[in-house]
């Protein structure tokens, strides 16, 4: 005799919820394309002659495809070289993220794991300095600089901003830290583990889509910056590439905004290419740090 098995009922969807799950579907296509146009219009009008730019009819495909305007932002002899300006900006943004991830990451461990006198008058300096803007202390910042001899240099621009992003990265890590609860070192602990051993084998992977979350925010914040890097490395073989950027904007003549484009999108290549890294590494650290093998 031959069992027959019954078959799940398939649940039926109401109508109303087919229609709302239609109208946010389309409603995320549209929020999508709104986000991707500005890039796409970038990296259109950078492929572009500058004769077509300045046309009264957008062109939203490029009718004269051309790479000269790559040529220019890299090989042209009259101008600030992108290679330089490309190296000091990776020098400087790495270097602010590793060193401020450090300090944020043992401050953050500090203010949530130990009770210690002025703990919260620590926590509420924190906040406090966060709403002060960088523009304010531009003159104190440079005359700090000047007479620490660190004007024009790496060292100097990297030490601006990882005070500029220190605050708001220990704020955030602080939540992150204090969303893994003590609890699971002190049950590693009680299986043998020391706690340095409980911290790296059991806190550490949960902490680290924190880290990588928080790295990606001062990544993005110390590539981009514009007036402090202006202020101070105003020599040119110092520039960033914000900086290095404005030198294709012209006072008096015409300004190209072909080359602008074309420097505008290498600009964010490497901001896309540290974004696809640290992203399977936030997943990964997701995944392994939620379960216990």
């Known amino acids: 005799?031959?069992?027959?098995?019954?078959?799940?009922?398939?649940?039926?969807?109401?109508?109303?919820?087919?229609?709302?799950?239609?109208?946010?579907?389309?409603?995320?296509?549209?929020?999508?394309?709104f986000s991707v146009f500005p890039v796409y219009w970038m990296v259109n009008t950078s492929l572009q002659p500058n004769n077509e730019i300045r046309g009264s009819v957008p062109n939203f495909v490029p009718q004269h495809l051309t790479t000269a305007n790559y040529e220019t932002v890299i090989f042209d002899p009259g101008?600030?070289?992108?290679?330089?300006?490309?190296?000091?900006?990776?020098?400087?943004?790495?270097?602010?993220?590793?060193?401020?991830?450090?300090?944020?990451?043992?401050?953050?461990?500090?203010?949530?794991?130990?009770?210690?006198?002025?703990?919260?008058?620590?926590?509420?300096?924190?906040?406090?300095?966060?709403?002060?803007?960088?523009?304010a202390m531009i003159v104190s910042t440079y005359r700090v600089l000047d007479g620490w001899g660190l004007l024009n240099t790496i060292a100097?621009?990297?030490?601006?901003?990882?005070?500029?992003?220190l605050p708001f990265t220990i704020w955030t890590l602080r939540g992150f830290v204090n969303g893994v609860p003590v609890e699971l070192e002190e049950s590693a602990m009680i299986d043998g583990c020391s706690r340095t051993g409980a911290f790296w084998r059991i806190t550490f992977p949960l902490l680290a889509p924190g880290l990588v979350a928080t790295g990606v925010f001062?990544?993005?914040?110390?590539?981009?910056?514009?007036?402090?890097?202006?202020?101070?490395?105003?020599?040119?073989?110092?520039?960033?590439?914000?900086?290095?950027?404005?030198?294709?904007?012209?006072?008096?003549?015409?300004?190209?905004?072909?080359?602008?484009?074309?420097?505008?999108?290498?600009?964010?290549?490497?901001?896309?290419?540290?974004?696809?890294i640290v992203q399977g590494r936030m997943t990964s650290g997701l995944v392994s740090g939620a379960v216990k093998g």
């Open 1 to 33: 005799m031959t069992a027959i098995t019954a078959r799940p009922a398939r649940r039926r969807v109401s109508p109303r919820k087919r229609t709302t799950g239609i109208l946010l579907g389309v409603a995320s296509v549209v929020v999508f394309l």
């Open 79 to 135: 101008r600030a070289p992108f290679l330089p300006a490309l190296g000091n900006s990776l020098m400087v943004t790495l270097s602010t993220v590793v060193i401020a991830l450090v300090f944020a990451f043992l401050a953050s461990l500090a203010v949530t794991r130990y009770r210690f006198k002025s703990r919260k008058t620590f926590i509420f300096a924190i906040l406090i300095i966060q709403m002060i803007p960088a523009e």
């Open 156 to 165: 100097g621009l990297t030490l601006v901003y990882v005070a500029t992003v």
């Open 218 to 276: 001062g990544f993005i914040q110390a590539w981009n910056e514009f007036l402090l890097a202006l202020v101070v490395n105003s020599r040119p073989e110092m520039m960033t590439l914000p900086v290095w950027l404005r030198t294709f904007q012209q006072v008096t003549g015409t300004t190209n905004w072909a080359a602008i484009m074309a420097g505008s999108t290498l600009m964010a290549i490497p901001v896309i290419v540290f974004f696809l």
